[in-house]
């Protein structure tokens, strides 16, 4: 497999021409601003230029919703009136070392954007993987199931329901909708994938398969938001962990939670996706946790997932680029195929703009294809599952006037713990999630955090790992063979708020709140110690300032007295979120929530939203179950009213 940059297969034997006038108007850049550019990425990483780094990095902008094109060409402007170009090596790499040390969080947000977009690129061409000892993609399969979803072209269309999303939501919602002999319609953003278009090339899937090429962060850029816009949503291309809602969340949340009939949905919705825990031979990553775990005498259990012949190895490291032997069970292979084989109709790369409605009902979508073409769907009712980023904002451009939508917004913040080990541990292989840890999931009144392992590419590397310089940067990278980590997937108290900009752009407001922020630090704490007993030889935090230390007498509580320094103001610390939650929640009244407990808007008769958004508050636990339960229990009534 030839390394991808800018959407195209760049063949190494020809570099790429630069500078080129239809370049850059393509691009929007002005000459100077492709010199700075060019500047910056060598700067992060010597030879990137040779590579087609920038090019790459400026189709990464593109797709990036949290970057404007304008506000891009300002800051390669600045950097060019400077003329950082023309600085030597040594002097460029002090200048972007200000930059992520500023002050000023837009400054460290500008700094962590380009270095992400350069090391990315830079990590995908196949002569610098093999420089750190990483095998690349995995190429296409050897055999792929064919297809059994046949997509509708986009058009004006009528139905019963519209279903908006097919992610853990959307596909239950659809397969249940669809089952009960309504006639469904099913509008997705991205595009139509099957196994055979998973070859596990990092770059490329995050530029198909994730919303915004996995690259869109909180309006402060202090955390990454990670979903997937393909078919079956972020079920293709999650970690398979599927918990049941905790009971003591259950019973917090109230409404119809604590019932007999949320717990049947619940078994319903893991027994058609296959969870289970006898897929769980550990990865390295996994037995280093257990080790270090064992050692300290603290809680360890096998991680349910929904797979079924999942090979446990090899291909399963690569899975958060979509399973391609078909083992995950996501709503691709599960509740998509069970609502298309009832007859619902799935049409793919078509945006909802807004949801039509007429005296206070609902009566429709308006949508644009990724064409440009404007198409509308006529419905009875619409159930919008697109997550609780997108639903929120689909919610907002339908003016609906509850204050509650787009608030209340749970992240389940993530950073991450890595360290150096003597031994081989090929990060990126294995078992993709084994085990977990409970130890201090309850740290005070319900809220802690759980010790997760994840598969570890270079891109992941790259996210949480700091840049100091050129030689310290790639001296990291380098170290990937032997390096694991441990997730730290915290249960968030305090929440943000998902708005619509004057210019209609989605915008993500969050900040970690201080209680959230102590917990957190009793997870690096607790990280650190897991590792340590492991046998790490050297132990890092995420922070950007590069903070580390080796074993020893005294050491780790020197480290730890170093990340109370830092501490986690936006771009001090890499954090990134997998689990939206709660931002158009269920509830018991129009002042405190967005909907009534079967989904239902308060301000639109007929709007129901049945994804993550629709959450009380943060679950705790991975939230893939919780949502297919809510959507297979509120389904199921609206189907029964609707039939």
Known sequence: MRPVASGRLLDPSRRPRRHRADARSARGVTPAQRRALDAICDTFAPGSV?????????????????????????????????????LPAARREAVLRAWCDSRLAMRRAAFHGLRKGALLAFYSHSDVQERIGYPGPLGAPATARPSRIQTTPAADLDCDICVVGSGAGGGVAAAVLAQ???????????????????????LEAYRRLYWGAAAATTEDGGIGLLAGECLGGTTTV????????????????????????????????????GVNTDHNVPSTRDEIMRRGLDVLGWHVAPMPRNVRGCDQDGVCGYCGFGCQLGAKQSTLVTWLEDAHAAGARIVVDTRAERVVSESGRARGVDAVTKNGASIAIRARAVVVACGAVQTPALLLRSRLANANVGRHLHLHPVTGMS??????????????????SDEHADLENGYGLKYETGPIHPGVLVGFLPWRSAEDSAALLADLPRSSGIGLLLRDRGSGQVRLARNGRLRVRYRLADDDARRLRVGIDG??????????????????????????????????????????????????????????????????????????TWDIKGLYVMDGS?????????????????????????AAELA
């Open 527 to 600: 990280a650190a110690r897991i590792l340590e007993a492991a046998g790490a030889r050297r132990i890092y935090s995420s922070h950007a300032r590069k903070l580390f230390y080796e074993p020893g007498n005294g050491r780790r509580e020197r480290f730890l007295a170093d990340v109370d320094r830092e501490g986690f103001a936006p771009g001090r610390c890499a954090i990134f979120s997998f689990h939206h939650m709660g931002s158009a929640r269920l509830g018991a009244s129009s002042g405190d929530s967005a909907c009534n407990w079967d989904g239902e």
């Open 238 to 273: 999650n970690w398979t962990t599927s918990f049941h809602t905790p009971g003591a969340v259950r019973a917090e949340w109230g409404g119809p939670f604590p019932s007999d009939d949320f717990t049947r949905s619940l078994d319903t919705v893991a027994e058609r996706s």
């Open 180 to 202: 009960a002999g309504l006639d469904v319609v099913v509008l997705e953003a991205g595009p139509a994938v099957t196994e055979a278009d998973f070859v596990g090339d990092e």
């Open 614 to 638: 629709s959450f009380p508050s943060a679950s705790g636990v991975n939230p893939m179950l919780t949502i297919e339960a809510i959507a297979h229990l509120n389904a199921s009534r609206l």
């Open 50 to 86: 040779e590579l087609g780094v920038p090019e790459q990095v400026l189709d990464l902008a593109r797709l990036n919703p949290s970057v404007e094109e304008r506000d891009l060409r300002l800051l390669l402007s600045l950097f060019a009136l400077r003329r950082f170009a023309r």
């Open 419 to 436: 360290a150096l080990f003597d031994e081989e541990v090929r990060p990126w292989t294995g078992t993709i999630q084994a085990l977990y």
